[in-house]
Nanobody, 116 residues
Framework: QVQLVESGGGLVQPGGSLTLSCAGS????????MGWYRQFPGKERELVAS????????NYADSMKGRVTISRDNAKNTVYLQMNSLKREDTAVYYC?????????WGQGTQVTVSS
């Protein structure tokens, strides 16, 4: 049974930092493209960042480029999202995603709220 469990969300002040974690189980983590998405109320999920399964190449949304870093630890079956210089408009539910071909799995999401 595939499971993706996110953690690390919460309340942070504008300009602050957060690191999200996503622990995977029940699948061959190292063979999956891993990504972080976010969803604003009433909107579709949008890509924040992704990291490939083999050489770990990364891709970032323009809106987050320079402020986030995605990384993975295949030994721990975990993917991370380091977010810096957070803005109020980054407030959203952040979801972990594992993808291999037509196989797509989602975590339950973690709320990130940027507010003073």
């Amino acid at each position: 049974q595939v499971q993706l469990v996110e953690s690390g969300g919460g309340l942070v002040q504008p300009g602050g930092s957060l690191t999200l974690s996503c622990a995977g189980s029940g699948f061959s983590f190292r063979n999956y493209l891993m990504g972080w998405y976010r969803q604003f109320p009433g909107k579709e999920r949008e890509l924040v960042a992704s990291i490939s399964s083999t050489i770990g190449s990364t891709n970032y949304a323009d809106s987050m480029k320079g402020r986030v870093t995605i990384s993975r630890d295949n030994a721990k079956n975990t993917v991370y999202l380091q977010m810096n210089s957070l803005k109020r408009e980054d407030t959203a539910v952040y979801y972990c995603n594992a993808r291999r071909g037509a196989l797509i799995n989602w975590g339950q999401g973690t709320q990130v709220t940027v507010s003073s």
